[in-house]
């Protein structure tokens, strides 16, 4: 598998003129060999030539770490007084493109730049985005089996199995990050928990604040899952739930009409749409409702290795689904000073239609 993937990269780097490829830190490096770098001072560094064999550059205490794979590249670790850079540059020769990885540290660029100062670089996606962006089926299982993870702990939620009214935010955030990990995930990646008010602000930061009786919760959590070859593919979900019997008419108006407005972009989701347009599935709705100028964000993100990656579901965006396309449906409503509203699956493109991701029940879920 990843041997293969280092072809494709290879013969995107042959197109786009790219003499060698350069992964560091971030979700580039386990995709393409197994292997994440740790985010320290010390650098970690994969030298990959169009023409050659591949190097993993390494800090010489992390080498213990590294699942040796010889087939995909030889391992070149560093000791603490040499230099990392020189050592890097030196692999790369006489380099007139490098493409270098979006999540490298700026510092390390810097140094690079300064060694090598008839080298031009480039960001790395321009390789390996586009390849990323198409799951095969084993990566679209993976994906599935953590939204069904994720799915779990949304029915927990909404059949009021987790306790909220009394609660901090924050207790409810850390007992979903708790159930996140519970269900077979490696890593937390957001726990969001937004009582009321606080849920007009789509990234809201769970804290302090008691969740009451008679009113909405907004929940967006999710994590990663690692298999044994190293790579993690994340889960993402948002549900809402209302904390007792009677909500509130105004927020269940707008609420049918978020419901039929996601319900509305997955259904278009069809191979060959253009991103775009799924977005403007989403938003017609809600603009014709009246809530336009209250759903202040793109309707969805592509998701994988990465929590967000390509392909953007954004106005703007021409590219057309491809099959083995993942990314998040997730319109929201949000009103400054009263609630928040978002929906969100995680959907496939596939050749016979949108798949969904993510089965929790899409109503608003009512307690008490
Ligand atoms: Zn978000
Ligand atoms: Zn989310
Ligand atoms: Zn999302």
């Keep these: 598998m990843f041997a293969s993937r280092l072809d494709r990269a290879r013969a995107r780097m042959e197109a786009d003129g790219v003499d060698v490829l350069m ?14 770098a740790m985010p320290l001072e010390r650098i970690t560094m994969l030298v990959v030539p169009r023409e050659g064999d591949a190097t ?23 000791g603490e007084t040499e230099d990392p850079i020189a050592k890097i540059a030196d692999l790369a020769g006489a380099a007139d493109t490098v493409a270098i990885g ?26 390996t985005s586009p390849i990323r962006q198409v799951k095969d089926a084993e990566e679209v299982a993976r994906l599935r089996k953590a939204g069904a993870a ?46 009321g008010e606080n849920a007009a602000s789509p990234h809201h930061h769970a804290g302090e604040r008691v969740i009451r009786a008679g009113e909405p919760v ?25 904390t007792d019997d009677r909500p509130d008419r105004e927020y269940l108006e707008a609420y049918a009409v978020l419901h039929e407005a996601q319900a509305a972009a997955v259904r278009a989701a069809t191979v060959g749409t253009p991103c775009q347009d799924v977005d403007r599935a989403a938003r017609q709705r809600i603009v014709d409702a009246g809530f336009g100028s209250y759903f202040v964000h793109r309707t969805g993100h592509g998701i994988g290795v990465e929590a967000h990656e390509d392909p953007y579901i954004v106005e703007g965006n021409t590219q057309p689904l491809a099959h083995g396309n993942a990314f998040s449906v997730e319109p929201g409503i949000y009103i400054e000073g009263k609630w ?29």
Excluded: K
């Design 23 to 36: 992964l560091s830190v971030g979700s580039d490096l386990p995709y393409f060999c197994g292997y994440e």
């Design 218 to 242: 907004l929940c967006d959590f999710g994590g990663t899952m690692i298999g044994d070859d190293g790579i993690g593919y994340c889960s993402d979900i948002t549900r809402n739930i209302w």
């Design 340 to 368: 928040g509203m978002r929906l969100e699956d995680i959907v496939a493109a596939a050749d016979d239609g949108p798949d969904p991701l993510n089965r929790a029940d899409h109503h608003l879920a009512v307690l008490g």
């Design 102 to 127: 979006d999540h490298m540290w700026a510092g390390f660029l810097v140094d690079l730049t300064n060694q090598m100062p008839n080298t031009s670089f480039r960001r790395a996606s321009s390789i």
């Design 56 to 78: 993993l550059v390494i800090p010489g205490l992390e080498r213990a770490r590294v699942h040796e794979r010889p087939e995909i590249f030889s391992v070149a670790p560093w």
């Design 150 to 195: 994720v799915d779990r702990i949304a029915t927990r939620l909404q059949r009021g199995e987790i306790p909220l009214v009394g609660q901090t935010e924050a207790a409810v955030s850390a007992e979903l990050g708790r159930q996140i990990l519970e269900e077979g995930h490696d890593r937390v990646n957001f726990a969001i928990v937004a009582a």
